[in-house]
């Protein structure tokens, strides 16, 4: 009889702990899966909204587009460091319209990515000295 009633202590403590373990695994499934649709239909939190190029670098970021985009989950590191021209001194910029400098590393969605690359595509594009390329609609 003692025998019986163990039995069945053990019994249900097994059953309660399978239960509390399978509601785990499935709560934690459930939330990986939550985080993961969220992280890829939200924006990248430290992804930037803009970025400052000019013709060099868009020509270069075009050039490494495929090899960019093979890259990275969802978000991608742009890094166009090796791009930059190294000892070419550039002419200064007008008094009245200071050019910024350019962004030569950054991170950015895959949407962003794509974007990206449309508007340096894009026919009639001035990016000399440099230029503002917004990223907001791109999201």
């Given at each position: 009889?003692?025998h019986d009633g163990l ?24 939330s990986l899966l939550l ?105």
């Amino acid at each position: 009889m003692a025998h019986d009633g163990l039995t069945k202590r053990i019994g249900s403590i097994v059953k309660k702990s399978m239960f509390s373990w399978r509601g785990s695994v499935a709560g934690l499934a459930g939330s990986l899966l939550l985080i993961a649709n969220a992280s890829a239909d939200e924006a990248c939190g430290l992804c930037v909204n803009q970025i400052v190029t000019n013709s060099e670098l868009a020509t270069c970021f075009l050039d490494q587009y495929d090899q960019i985009a093979k890259s990275g989950n969802g978000a991608v590191v742009v890094d166009l460091s090796n791009c930059a021209s190294r000892g070419v001194v550039e002419a200064l910029p007008s008094p009245n319209k200071g050019a910024a400098e350019p962004d030569v590393q950054f991170m950015i969605s895959r949407l962003q990515l794509e974007c990206l690359k449309k508007k340096l595509e894009a026919p009639g594009i001035v990016l000399d000295p440099s230029a503002v390329i917004e990223l907001d609609s791109c999201q």
